[in-house]
């Protein structure tokens, strides 16, 4: 989609008739790296790359010093994540890339979400006496992982977009790998807390992050990881080697081992297809908002978020108790409607258009009161008919990066292996993804309608991740944000567009914002970065308030400023840093 179609296209989705008219749019080890860190607030005027950990950015700012493209870099990215964050994406995960060609103005969704294997059915977490399984035993169990995505995914965008060779990409990775990286104090401290779990099960897991005695790497540790090196290897060499060759191969069997083995097959890997489409966009105020396609919901519930705000003067209430108050109201509403009818598109319809139409939002944002909480929201009816109310459990994990090049391409990619360490399974050195347990456990609702996110053999799970890049009204360039974090998601991505766009903030003030998420009928907050008089004042109104010590968003923003250079944050929430060139 090229700028002028952009402008064009949203305003005739929207039947904004002026926008056409007037052509804009109405409504090697942690330290070392730290040393070579410039500050995030500089702004710097070739690219800059943000992500969750110090060797990640590295990796990406060096790729682009290299000469390689945003896609480039990504590939860098997600390959030393897949090592110093197991925890939280990989190469055996999925992911959601939202990129901005520069020089043709379009704006593409990729899609490299997991696929189910195909012998599965409806009833894949369903227990013999007709109710689901324990959660914990679907997410470690062979029964959780369906087919990796996100290497295909950046292959197909590296053959479009690509500057440098595929293989050079994975240079800095199978690096860190070979000679290790020092443990991270939030790597070491998930080791703990999923030692409790299944992180021991599995004989290479086991080896990789505990010692001999049994007890867990701790932080500063030197850890290598020789066998994910040599997988890398293969994947430079050839990224078929993920799916019908030695990498599927391991994949599958980690699958089929006890407890509760999968039914994934080398068939299933082997034809799998990551997706494209055009970004699914829309307008707020001066601003175009640009994002993922289902079956992520964050695209759709992100932007229900803000067209239902549109209808309100956010730049006058500010971060006040009444600002706070209708952003809380629109995320609730926002969050019914993803939960009912957000699944995936090739299995049921989704009614993206009518969802995010301007007057049905307008609807539902005039159900909000300043006086007082809605109680018992239930999503509206923009198409005449309702799935099964969704009965699938809410996580958190995920990792989100933002890159900007010297040619001002933009990725903006969400990447996860669902669940802390995923399946808890290993294969290569890397870890399995636990995606299907994305899907609602239940197929039927309790009056026995098909939910809309059942598993169904070959369906890719519904999401929550939210990569979003954002335009001027002129259709350049203004930022990129995605946050981690599960469903929170998208409450706080949506927070750091409200502060940037309506509340005059710096990215950085925006990732540090303290994240509101408000979704069945309470308010999640962090409680140190609200005054009380916010705090009270909710529940005064109404609110059922949980007051949160601190979320696990993982917001990384790159704006770029009036001058043409580049600004970004890291959320001091996790590890991350912004690295400019």
């Known amino acids: 989609m090229t700028k002028t179609a952009i402008l064009l296209a949203t305003c005739a989705f929207f039947g904004l008739g002026a926008c056409a008219t007037k052509e804009h749019i109405n409504t090697h080890s942690i330290s070392v790296i730290n040393a070579e860190m410039a500050p995030a607030q500089a702004p710097y005027a070739k690219g800059m790359v943000v992500t969750a950990n110090p060797h990640a950015s590295q990796a990406g700012i060096e790729v682009l010093r290299a000469g390689g493209s945003a896609v480039d870099a990504a590939i860098a990215v997600?390959?030393?994540?897949?090592?110093?964050?197991?925890?939280?994406?990989?190469?055996?995960?999925g992911a959601f890339m939202i990129f901005y060609d520069a020089k043709t103005g379009k704006v593409t969704a990729y899609n490299g979400r997991e696929k189910a294997p195909a012998a599965i059915d409806e009833n894949l977490f369903m227990g013999t006496d007709g109710k689901p399984m324990r959660y914990l035993d679907g997410i470690i169990s062979g029964k959780s992982t369906g087919v990796p995505g996100v290497m295909a995914m950046l292959d197909m965008a590296h053959q479009e977009h690509g500057k440098l060779p595929w293989a050079g990409n994975f240079d800095f990775a199978i690096d860190l790998a070979e000679n290790g990286f020092e443990v991270s104090p939030r790597l070491a401290g998930l080791i703990i807390m999923a030692s409790k779990f299944g992180l021991k099960n599995q004989e290479e897991t086991r080896n990789y992050f505990f010692h001999e005695d049994g007890s867990p790497l701790e932080a500063g540790f030197l850890r290598d990881n020789k066998p994910y090196a040599h997988s890398l290897r293969l994947l430079a060499k050839d990224v078929r080697v993920m799916y019908e060759g030695e990498l599927a191969q391991a994949i599958v069997d980690a699958v089929h081992e006890d407890p509760r083995p999968g039914l994934l097959t080398m068939e299933d890997m082997r034809t799998y297809k990551p997706g494209k489409t055009e970004a699914l966009c829309s307008s707020y105020r001066d601003t175009i908002l640009c994002g993922a396609t289902p079956p992520s919901s964050g695209g759709i519930?992100?932007?229900?978020?803000?067209?239902?705000?549109?209808?309100?003067?956010?730049?006058?209430?500010?971060?006040?108790?009444?600002?706070?108050?209708?952003?809380?109201?629109?995320?609730?509403?926002?969050?019914?409607?993803?939960?009912?009818?957000?699944?995936?598109?090739?299995?049921?319809?989704v009614p993206s258009r009518e969802l995010l139409d301007p007057a049905y939002l307008k609807s539902r944002a005039n159900l909000i009161s300043m006086d007082k909480a809605l109680k018992d929201v239930k999503a509206g009816d923009p198409i005449g008919f309702k799935p099964g109310v969704d009965a699938t459990p809410e996580k958190k994990g995920t990792s989100h990066f933002s890159i900007v090049d010297k040619w001002g391409n933009v990725v903006s990619m969400t990447t996860t292996v669902e669940s802390v360490f995923g399946s808890e399974r290993m294969a290569g050195g890397f870890m399995l993804n636990n995606q299907l347990t994305d899907f609602?456990?239940?197929?039927?609702?309790?009056?026995?309608?098909?939910?809309?996110?059942?598993?169904?053999?070959?369906?890719?799970?519904?999401?929550?991740?939210?990569?979003?890049?954002?335009?001027?009204?002129?259709?350049?360039?203004?930022?990129?944000?995605?946050?981690?974090?599960?469903?929170?998601i998208i409450a706080y991505t949506a927070k750091t567009m409200i502060a940037m766009i309506d509340w005059g903030m710096s990215p950085q003030e925006a990732a540090d914002l303290a994240n509101v998420i408000s979704r069945k009928g309470s308010i999640r907050l962090e409680e140190a970065g609200l005054t009380e008089e916010i705090i009270i004042g909710l529940e005064k109104l109404g609110?059922?308030?949980?007051?949160?010590k601190g979320e696990i968003s993982?917001?990384?923003?790159?704006?770029?400023?009036?001058?043409?250079?580049?600004?970004?944050?890291?959320?001091?929430?996790?590890?991350?840093?912004?690295?400019?060139?």
Do not use: C
């Open 440 to 488: 609602s456990f239940m197929p039927r609702d309790k009056d026995g309608k098909l939910i809309a996110n059942r598993p169904q053999a070959g369906k890719r799970p519904r999401s929550s991740m939210a990569p979003h890049i954002v335009f001027n009204k002129n259709g350049q360039f203004s930022f990129a944000t995605g946050s981690p974090g599960g469903s929170s």
């Open 78 to 93: 997600q390959t030393v994540l897949s090592l110093v964050e197991p925890q939280s994406s990989g190469v055996a995960g």
């Open 301 to 349: 519930a992100v932007q229900s978020i803000m067209g239902q705000l549109a209808n309100f003067d956010m730049k006058a209430l500010g971060p006040t108790l009444a600002g706070w108050h209708v952003f809380s109201e629109a995320s609730e509403l926002a969050y019914a409607d993803r939960n009912l009818f957000v699944a995936d598109p090739d299995f049921v319809p």
């Open 543 to 548: 609110h059922t308030v949980k007051r949160s």
């Open 554 to 581: 993982g917001i990384h923003i790159i704006r770029r400023n009036t001058d043409g250079t580049y600004t970004g944050a890291a959320d001091p929430r996790r590890e991350g840093v912004a690295v400019g060139e």
